[in-house]
């Protein structure tokens, strides 16, 4: 392996499986990277793909995989076929095999030969969990209990497997479920020779991680609210750079002229982003120690990030399994103009009444007007003005799917059945995978690495 090197520069090419593409391209050309990492992985969104790869054994990974492969792809070597960086991801989800496959031959079309690609695996214990008879999932059964429904479980791994394919001089890691901070962890592992039980500095490696995770959220999209916290430029946000060095030192940046900012207020948002206890953030690799953490402007969109802490791993992993669980169905429908609101009303009465009538069997329903009361309920009384435009919602979650599509059908009948103007109707029928989670023991999951090389 390379000489340790002294500070590595970290960038954020997705923040969730739908994310842009540009800002990513952006990083990859003008970034001056030594890694490239998209998290594109929820917990809905592996059950979904393990889903998909049920009807379709070669799918699977990312939708958006093959697009952004061919977008950045081409920017990873220099004419000379010097590396300039790496690329971590989980876009593997329910297939890294799979995916590691198509990157592949994404990298022979654009003529990219030799790329080393390595499928990290180990997260998949679907087998070993599926009938388990004394583990209470968070939804108080077993997954013995869930049987046939059960369709996936999905263990959150941390940095190790990412960490030996980079040894192997990986030129694109792709993974399954792993904990989102041990994307961005494990390129420091790696660069600057962590110990795996120097727990402040795998601490300290998490907060990087964390703050970069969700893309442009640390860059001022999700912190825009305009008049209070204006952000220029958000048409083309500019991702997050993470400049870390080997004694911990962490700036937080951007790519200069990207929109978007970074400030100690944005960052401080995305800290304290779905942490329960910034004290005790768990994950695979470390209990991290968020609440001594704090934020200095060095200059314009350059903050630097201090004060993690980390202590001893825990002794388990959580498991996110996939279950179905019925279908939904919906139908949608607008009204205009005067009398706007009291005709949408009146729809969702004839609905509500209709239901029942048809025979639907629903454990729940929902009947909304959006803009109206799809939010708050009645708990903000009626609206100030009459509206100009409303849009009515009905969903059931049903056992049977022939019950879910009856509700999209009596919605879309009100184009002739009344009140009048009814317009843009709409309706979907989806069956339902729903998540719940469990712990398990971290000894009993093993990690491993599968290489393959572009043609």
């Not at 000379?80 to 960086?85: L, V």
């Not at 590691?100 to 030799?114: I, N, P, S």
């Not at 792709?174 to 961005?184: M, Q, S």
């Not at 300290?204 to 995770?213: C, I, W, Y």
């Amino acid at each position: 392996m390379d000489k340790m090197k002294q500070r590595i520069r970290l960038g954020s090419g997705a923040g969730y499986s739908g994310d842009r593409i540009d800002p990513a391209v952006e990083l990859a050309r003008d970034g001056a990277i030594d890694y490239l990492i998209f998290e594109c992985l929820a917990e809905r969104t592996i059950a979904l793909a393990q889903l998909e790869r049920l009807h379709q054994p070669e799918r699977g990974y990312d939708p958006l995989l093959t697009e952004r492969m061919q977008a950045v792809l081409p920017y990873l070597r220099d004419a000379d076929g010097t590396r300039r960086f790496r690329i971590i991801s989980n876009m593997g989800a329910a297939n890294p095999r799979g995916a590691v496959q198509e990157v592949c031959r994404v990298a022979t079309a654009l003529g990219l030969h030799g790329l080393k690609v390595a499928a990290v695996l180990g997260d998949d214990v679907l087998d070993a969990v599926r009938n388990d008879a004394h583990t209470l999932l968070d939804i108080g059964i077993t997954p013995k209990e869930l049987g046939s429904a059960m369709v996936s479980a999905n263990a959150y791994l941390g940095a190790g497997g990412i960490v030996q394919a980079l040894q192997a001089d990986a030129d694109v890691v792709i993974t399954g479920r792993v904990a989102d901070p041990a994307l961005f962890l494990a390129p420091q592992v790696l660069e600057f020779g962590l110990s795996w039980d120097d727990w402040p500095a795998l601490g300290r490696g998490t907060l990087v991680g964390h703050l970069l995770e969700c893309a442009g959220q640390v860059t001022g999209g999700y912190f825009a609210d305009p008049g209070f916290k204006d952000v220029a430029g958000l048409a083309r946000l500019g991702f997050p750079i993470a400049e870390v060095s080997a004694e911990g030192a962490v700036c937080i940046t951007k790519v200069a002229g990207s929109g978007g900012r970074v400030t100690p207020q944005t960052c401080s948002e995305q800290l304290i982003y779905e942490i329960h206890d910034p004290q005790a953030y768990l994950t695979p690799d470390v209990v991290a120690d968020f609440s001594q953490v704090a934020f200095h402007e060095i200059a314009p969109d350059r903050v630097s990030a201090s004060g993690a802490d980390g202590h001893p791993k825990p002794a388990t992993l959580k498991v996110s399994v996939g279950y179905l669980d019925g279908y939904i169905g919906e139908g949608q429908i607008s009204y205009g103009g005067p009398g706007a609101l009291a005709r949408a009303r009146l729809a969702r009465e004839i609905v509500l009444e209709r239901l029942p009538m048809v025979g639907v069997r629903a454990d729940e329903v929902r009947a909304d007007l959006i803009g109206v009361d799809s939010l708050y309920g009645a708990t903000l009384g009626a609206p100030r003005a009459e509206p100009a435009e409303v849009r009515l919602r009905v969903a059931a979650r049903c056992a049977e799917q022939h019950h879910a599509q009856l509700v999209g059908r009596e919605v879309e009948a009100l184009y002739t059945n009344g009140p009048a103007g009814g317009g843009g109707a709409s309706k979907l029928t989806k069956q339902v995978v729903a998540v719940a989670s469990l712990l398990w023991p971290a000894e009993r999951i093993q990690t491993s690495v599968h290489f393959e090389v572009s043609q």
